[in-house]
């Protein structure tokens, strides 16, 4: 199974793309779409629904598994990623790829085996799932990765939206 692993933002998009083949993972490729503060918002989100698109168009994943909004205490910076996420969530039914969420306590215990690991926890383990030298420099690429392998190891009890 292909998997394409996203954390969403509207800043900053993180993706990766791994194989999840008979318990054994392998990173095909990872990154971050990027766009512009200063840039309108459509245009902002217009770039991560062309980048994303590009990306599944290259890469042909069987499934996305995009990380839930944390709410945080600020209101605006969250209604943002909300809509950068509803663009992600567009461009897999666009693409007629199974979409699935998980919440970032989902994430962690599938990943480290607790809910509540902190973020030191996460890399580590996903640098050894991976076998992965170095993991990015940005956390959110490296979240995406725990993303996917999220969706690998929970597949069979997962829902598509």
Do not use: W
């Not at 918002?41 to 890469?59: C, G, M, N, V």
């Not at 663009?87 to 970032?104: D, Q, S």
Request: hydrophobic share 45%; glycine share 6%.
């Amino acid at each position: 199974m292909r998997i394409l692993g996203i954390d969403p933002g509207f800043a900053i998009t993180g993706y990766s793309v791994i194989d999840y083949i008979g318990n054994k993972f392998k990173l095909i490729t990872s990154g971050a779409i990027t766009t512009q503060a200063g840039v309108s918002f459509p245009i902002r989100l217009e770039k991560i629904y062309d980048d994303l698109s590009a990306i599944i168009t290259e890469y042909k994943p069987d499934a996305i598994s995009v990380e839930e909004l944390f709410f945080n205490n600020n209101a605006k910076t969250a209604i943002n990623v909300a809509q950068a996420r509803g663009v992600i969530l567009v461009v897999g039914r666009k693409m007629n790829i199974a979409t699935f969420e998980y919440t970032p306590l989902q994430i962690k215990q599938a990943v480290v085996g607790y809910g509540r690991a902190n973020k030191v926890q996460v890399q580590k383990m996903v640098k050894a799932i991976l076998n992965v030298d170095n993991l990015p420099k940005l956390d959110d690429t490296t979240d995406s990765m725990a993303a996917a392998i999220c969706h690998a190891h929970s597949s069979k009890f997962s829902q598509k939206l």
